[in-house]
């Protein structure tokens, strides 16, 4: 792969032309293939390494076809890149026991939130926001795989989210950036490079951070990431948002075999991945606490009319057989369908509702409820909140795949109406049996639309 000369120019300045040229040859060796496991689901995938900075992350020896494997479609783990897995670290080290809020602000397609989501498991809550909308689209499905219901998806502008008024113990923004660290994975970045366009998408982060500010509470953290390794994007603006925006920059403690090299700015502490020194792609993370009081108020401002109407008694009754109810709040959204949240999370969601923040998800989605009659969305079988008291069936990996092709036409099970099609004791949608046949209830969207190999069985 053919570099940009000024590239090498500008690293080389950076951290010298040795290190500078063992940058480059890492460049040139294939990318490591890194997964991480959602731990409340079962799990085939195994890796021999763990990547020493995330407990459920782990490098596979050869990269499998992911689409032919069930349990990627059940959400049992996501595909990552390991360096941007030390999400995981820093957010054990800033918030231990994690009941807190968190805002994932350039989310799509879902790594650092789906990450999120697993640290929060289930406590606390996590809005993923992500401005474009197909982007979003392939946000929401990740996080629908992931099955906490303590999630909302937004689709807004970062001014919008910080003049809406909900604030976060954690903002976290993986910034959009010249992706020089991805020149190895994605060798389209290579083209897009300039010095220009690193000005361009350094000036932008300024900007996105200074909209996103009010959303964080006083004493709350923001976790600034991109996927570069100038100094222009990442410690210059990290020393620039301590001076403009009241923040201070706080240390990480990490472990020197970990090969993650700390860059000292002048008032902030940044971590960066070079691929010639870690089992990774090219990454900076830094961490702020902001100091300055900016008058927003807390999540705790209770909206004095609710936007939101819970379900009334006799449409709960045909809700019991499929949901697990415990500390939730059912209610009908906008959209016509019944949503599912944890109670902790009502105010919060109410005052985005309010606040008319265009949400793409709001908790699990349950599904549909028409005069008594109940049909349950997809969300829901992939999600913790199903009760487990709903039939299912175990399909092997043929059928599992067939089902997920939409080509599996009866299944081996007495009990008719509807079944959870599971595989490894995985929820992958829902089926509804009628003896002869089955109807299929995984949406067409989420289909595996490659051909299956002719013998699935030697898979
Ligand atoms: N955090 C994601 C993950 O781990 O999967 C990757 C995020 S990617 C580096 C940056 C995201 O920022 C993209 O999805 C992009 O659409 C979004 N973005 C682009 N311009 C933006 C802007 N002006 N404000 C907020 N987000 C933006």
Redesign the pocket.
């Known amino acids: 792969m053919k570099l940009p000369d000024l590239f090498f120019d500008r690293i080389a300045a950076q951290i010298g032309t040795d290190e500078a040229r063992l940058l480059l040859k890492a460049i040139e060796r294939p990318s490591p293939v890194s997964v991480r496991i959602n731990p409340v689901k079962n799990n085939c995938i195994s890796g021999n390494f763990q990547v020493p900075w995330c407990k459920y992350g782990y490098y596979l020896d050869e990269r499998p076809v992911f689409t032919l494997d069930p349990d990627f479609h059940a959400g049992a783990y996501y595909v990552q890149e390991a360096s941007?897995m030390v999400l995981w670290h820093i957010l054990e080290t800033i918030a231990p026991g994690g009941n807190i809020s968190v805002l994932?602000?350039?989310?799509?397609?879902?790594?650092?939130?789906t990450l999120a989501a697993a640290w929060l498991s289930g406590k606390g809550m996590l809005v993923a926001n992500?401005?474009?909308k197909t982007?979003a689209n392939v946000l929401k499905y990740n996080i629908l795989k992931e099955g906490h219901a303590n999630v909302i998806i937004t689709c807004v502008?970062?001014s919008e989210l910080g003049r809406s008024g909900p604030t976060f113990d954690i903002v976290i923004v993986?910034?959009?950036?010249s992706g020089e660290g991805m020149f190895r994975k994605d060798p389209e970045a290579v083209s897009h490079w300039s010095v220009q366009n690193v000005e361009t998408c350094a000036v932008?982060q300024k900007s996105?951070i200074a909209d996103i500010l009010p959303a964080l509470k006083e004493g709350g953290f923001l976790i600034y990431s991109t996927?570069t390794y100038n100094h222009e994007e990442n410690i210059n603006n990290a020393d620039y948002f301590a001076s403009e925006f009241g923040m201070e920059g706080r240390h990480i403690p990490l472990d020197e075999s970990w090969g993650i090299s700390v860059i000292e700015g002048k008032k902030t502490t940044g971590y960066q991945f070079f691929p010639h020194r870690v089992r990774g792609e090219g990454f900076f993370v830094t961490v702020l606490q902001k100091t300055e009081v900016n008058g927003t108020k807390g999540f705790g401002s209770k909206p004095k009319t609710s936007g939101i109407s819970t379900l009334p008694p006799k449409s709960m009754e045909c809700l019991k057989p499929w949901l697990k109810n415990e500390g939730m709040v059912v209610f009908e959204g906008s959209d016509g369908l019944i949503h599912v949240i944890p109670e902790a999370m009502l105010t919060q969601v109410d005052s985005m509702f309010k606040a008319k923040v265009y949400m793409l998800g709001a908790g699990i989605t349950a599904g549909k409820l028409t005069k008594d009659v109940f049909i349950p969305d997809h969300s829901l079988a992939l999600s913790h909140s199903m009760s487990t008291l709903l039939p299912r069936v175990e399909l092997d990996k043929t059928e599992a795949l067939l089902y997920l092709k939409k080509q599996l036409n009866t299944i081996r099970s007495g009990t008719k109406g509807w079944t959870i099609a599971s595989y490894n004791g995985n929820a992958l949608g829902f089926l509804k049996n009628l003896g002869d046949r089955i109807n299929n209830y995984l949406p067409n969207e989420y289909r595996i639309l490659m051909d299956l190999p002719t013998d699935i069985t030697a898979l």
Do not use: H, M, N, T
């Open positions: 941007s994932d602000l350039c989310a799509a397609p879902g790594g650092k939130s992500e401005v474009v982007r502008q970062p993986d910034a959009p950036c932008r996105i996927c």
